[in-house]
T-cell receptor
């Protein structure tokens, strides 16, 4: 079974631009979560989507948004990029078990975003 | 506010040693505690996870010890190998919420 794939792997943008990152979950996984990883703040949860609906949201500004499509693929968008948005953006997919219990989150390799 | 505190920040052991990484949490609603391993250029990969109904769990050379009253849990790596050199993250979440709170990570180096 193929793992979580993320595209692109590397991206360079300038301040003020916007960016869209893509994530394809493991086949059959309907929950997709996004995380930001930086040396200073570590791994921080951005948001989670399940069945095209945002289920949870972390403490990030509204410039960070996402969506999920009917095939469970997900995109995240960052508008008006700031230097501090430079980070590794990780996508994770998982099954949602009966009763809403979370299963293992499987991470993709990430998209390395550099904002100049 | 760091919901999960992890120590040490870095750790160097000889091959065959038993590195121990510790984590502590405050939110008593957390009921799922995974450990992830991350190599450079890769995403985190699940090593082992525990729920608070057990005090210890072993999978191969990896063991989690869990102390619910102290709100602490730790990872032990038995017979460590150079290939174990990586960054290790503890995490915590509440069942039903796919929102992992991660520790700050421990960079482990195993010297041959």
């Amino acid at each position: 079974k193929a793992g979580v794939t993320q595209t692109p792997r590397y991206l360079i943008k300038t301040r003020g631009q916007q960016v869209t990152l893509s994530c394809s979950p493991i086949s059959g996984h309907r929950s997709v979560s996004w995380y930001q990883q930086t040396p200073g703040q570590g791994l921080q949860f951005l948001f989670e989507y399940f069945s095209e609906t945002q289920r949870n949201k972390g403490n990030f500004p509204g410039r960070f948004s996402g969506r999920q499509f009917s095939n469970s693929r997900s995109e995240m968008n960052v508008s008006t990029l700031e230097l501090g948005d430079s980070a590794l953006y990780l996508c994770a997919s998982s099954l949602l078990l009966a009763g809403g219990t979370t299963d293992t989150q499987y991470f993709g390799p990430g998209t390395r975003l550099t904002v100049l | 506010q760091q919901q999960v505190k992890q120590s040490p920040q870095s750790l160097i052991v000889q091959k065959g040693g038993i590195p121990i990484i510790n984590c502590a949490y405050e939110n008593t609603a957390f009921d799922y505690f995974p450990w992830y391993q991350q190599f450079p250029g890769k995403g985190p990969a699940l090593l082992i996870a525990i729920r608070p109904d057990v005090s210890e769990k072993k999978e191969g050379r990896f063991t989690i010890s869990f102390n619910k009253s102290a709100k602490q849990f730790s990872l032990h790596i038995m017979d460590s190998q150079p290939g174990d050199s990586a960054t290790y993250f503890c995490a915590a979440s509440i069942s039903g919420a796919n929102n992992l709170f991660f520790g700050t990570g421990t960079r482990l180096t195993v010297i041959p």
